[in-house]
């Protein structure tokens, strides 16, 4: 079973067992939809039993943990659901965790490398790839932006991805 990271909680909250949670999704309502989720590092179940937000933070409580001490040691750790309770995404569009590791070619055959970052600037996504430079072979990364004008194909299955680079994204 695939899980998908939703959150990694940065702090504790309070005295009473509540947890700051440093959201890593797009949409940070989706946690008001989640009756439990689980810790990475173990896969503990923590079931919900409020949620509520502050100053772009998820502030978690999870039933049974009613104080501090209970919830120091997960502190730095990640929340993770199973990839069957993830949000339904519109077409031709994809989980980070789904396109981490694509290799990407440019549309005249030539591999640029792999996918090892997605960044989140604000109107689109861009893809960090670690790979060579196609003019004299030394590792190099590209910024690529996540638009149809440059991303032409994407196959999850295979880890492949064709673009079609604009003047000068590549050089």
Same mark, same amino acid.
């Given at each position: 079973?695939?899980y998908i990271?939703v959150?990694?909680?940065?702090? !504790?909250?309070?005295?009473k067992?509540?947890?700051k949670?440093?959201?890593? !999704?797009?949409?940070?309502?989706?946690?008001?939809?989640?009756?439990?989720?689980y810790?990475?590092?173990?896969? @503990?179940?923590?079931?919900?039993?409020? %949620?509520?937000y502050?100053?772009?933070?998820?502030?978690?409580?999870?039933?049974?943990?009613d104080n501090?001490?209970? %919830?120091?040691?997960?502190k730095?750790k990640?929340?993770?659901?199973?990839e069957?309770?993830?949000?339904?995404?519109?077409?031709?569009?994809?989980?980070?965790y789904?396109?981490?590791?694509i290799?990407?070619?440019?549309?005249?055959g030539?591999e640029?490398?792999?996918?090892v970052?997605?960044?989140?600037p604000? @109107?689109?996504? %861009?893809?960090v790839?670690k790979?060579?430079?196609?003019?004299?072979? !030394?590792?190099?990364?590209?910024?690529?932006?996540?638009?149809?004008? %440059?991303?032409?194909?994407?196959?999850i299955e295979?880890?492949?991805?064709?673009?079609?680079p604009?003047?000068?994204?590549i050089?």
């Open positions: 079973m695939e990271r959150g990694k909680i940065v702090n !504790t909250h309070g005295i067992g509540d947890v949670v440093l959201p890593l !999704t797009d949409d940070i309502k989706r946690f008001e939809k989640l009756k439990s989720v810790i990475e590092d173990d896969k @503990s179940c923590m079931y919900i039993e409020r %949620v509520w502050s100053k772009g933070f998820v502030m978690l409580k999870f039933r049974g943990y501090i001490n209970d %919830v120091l040691k997960y730095d990640y929340i993770v659901i199973h069957k309770d993830a949000i339904k995404l519109p077409e031709d569009s994809y989980f980070i789904q396109i981490i590791g290799r990407v070619f440019c549309t005249d030539k640029l490398g792999e996918i970052e997605v960044l989140q604000g @109107s689109n996504d %861009v893809y790839i790979g060579m430079d196609i003019n004299n072979n !030394t590792e190099k990364e590209y910024l690529i932006p996540a638009v149809k004008d %440059v991303v032409k194909y994407i196959n295979d880890k492949k991805m064709i673009i079609e604009i003047e000068g994204l050089e």
